[in-house]
Every structure is written in C-alpha cells, then in structure tokens.
C-alpha cells in the first residue's frame, strides 16, 4: 500500500520560491503518476501538475509559468517548486498519486503542508 | 477546462438520514469521475471513483451514479464520522478539475 509523506518550507516571503518533497513508501515509483494538489484557506481544491516516473510534467495552465515538478526516481521521491510566491499562493499543499492502472483520480495523499506567505 | 459545479453548497441532515449531493460537468467526462471526503486537519480521502466504484475499505453506504455530465453521490445513513466536505473531480480530460464543494452538517 503506497504511502506518502511530505515536507518543506511552511513561511515565505513574497516573491520567494515555494519548494516541496513528497517521498513514497511501499509502492513501485514507476506505477503512478505523481501529483500537487493545493487548497487556499477557505477555498476548493485545486490541481497544480504531475510527473510520472520518465520524468514528464503536465501543468495546470493556470499555473504552469511558475511551476516545475520533478522526480528522483533513485530516492523515489517528487517535488515541487512554485517561483515568485504571492499571498495568493497561500494554501495548504498536498502530493498524490495516481494510479496507471485505474485512472487519474487520486489515492493516497500526502499529509498535506500548510504554506503562508507574508509580505 | 472543464469546470465542475457541485450543489447544494451546503447540506443540513440528521444522524440516521439520507444525503444526495450533486456534481456536474461543464461537458462530457464520461465516467471519469471521483468523489472525496475531507475533514479539517486530514488529507482529502477517496470515496469513489470511475463515477460508481467504491474505494478500497469504503462502506456500502456510499453510492455514486451518474455519466456524462451529471453525477450524484448518495450516503444512505449518515454516520458522525461522515460530516465533513466532499468533492467531485473530473478525470476526463486535462487539466483535472474538482467542484467547489458541498459541506454536509449536522441538523
């Protein structure tokens, strides 16, 4: 049973860089897609991109100029990193996988990661 | 994009009743359709996927139908633990989308 477990920077600045990890336990890196998810303060969900284990990316347009995901396939590990932060970036940040063998909805979820941006 | 409408955007139901909540699709996704629960403090949690299919571990309680463009989740008595926010997401096409929600409360 895959299992996920995240980690980075909970307080930045504006403008700086957002940079998340989302490591992967108990399952093979190479049978999912792997994705951010993120949830402002009182809002829905939103889609950020995914990576599979060749290492390509597809971005969510609404994002994709400030977004790059990556993965270490070695370390069976993915990250995010999101440039040029503002408030609207606050959220809480989530990894997910998706399965190839079913579809792209997503199970499990990371944690989740409150990040805050302040001026 | 596909944008995803739920309703209502809040649902009052008492312990024991039946809850209907409703997603729709700006266009066709098929069955490329989810649902999640989430509660405060924890990670969204997969209900159904494929429009009917429950997850893994997911009581019977939890019905989902629907295809195409409309699509309904069904709990048939509603537990304590099932008083939170579900989401439906689209997989149909890219980018992958959720509604904005619907918050079951208690009555």
């Known amino acids: 049973q895959v299992q996920l477990q995240q980690w980075g920077a909970g307080l930045l600045k504006t403008s700086e860089t957002l940079s998340l990890t989302c490591a992967v336990y108990?399952?093979?890196?190479?049978?999912?897609?792997w994705s951010w998810i993120r949830q402002p303060p009182g809002k829905g969900l939103e889609w950020i991109g995914e990576?599979?284990?060749?290492?390509?990316?597809t971005y969510n347009p609404s994002l994709k100029s400030r977004v790059t995901i990556s993965g270490d396939t070695s370390r069976s590990q993915f990250s995010l990193k999101l440039t040029s932060v503002t408030a609207a970036d606050t959220a809480v940040y989530y990894c997910a996988s998706q399965w190839l063998g079913g579809g792209s909805y997503f199970d499990p979820w990371g944690q989740g990661t409150l990040v805050t941006v302040s001026s | 994009e596909i944008v995803m409408t739920q309703s209502p955007a809040t649902l009052s139901v008492s312990p024991g009743e039946r809850a209907t909540l409703s997603c729709r699709a700006s266009q066709s996704v098929s069955s490329k359709l989810a649902w999640y629960h989430h509660k405060p403090g924890q990670p969204p949690r997969l209900l159904i996927h494929g429009a009917s299919t429950r997850a893994t571990d997911i009581p019977a309680r939890f019905s989902g139908s629907g295809s195409g463009t409309e699509f309904t989740l069904t709990i048939s008595s509603l537990q304590s633990e099932d008083f939170a926010v579900y989401y439906c997401?689209?997989?149909?096409?890219?980018?992958?989308?959720f509604g904005q929600g619907t918050k079951v409360e208690i009555k």
């Open positions: 990576i599979n284990d060749r290492g390509s990316a």
């Open positions: 997401q689209q997989y149909g096409n890219w980018p992958l989308t």
């Open positions: 108990g399952g093979s890196f190479s049978a999912y897609y």
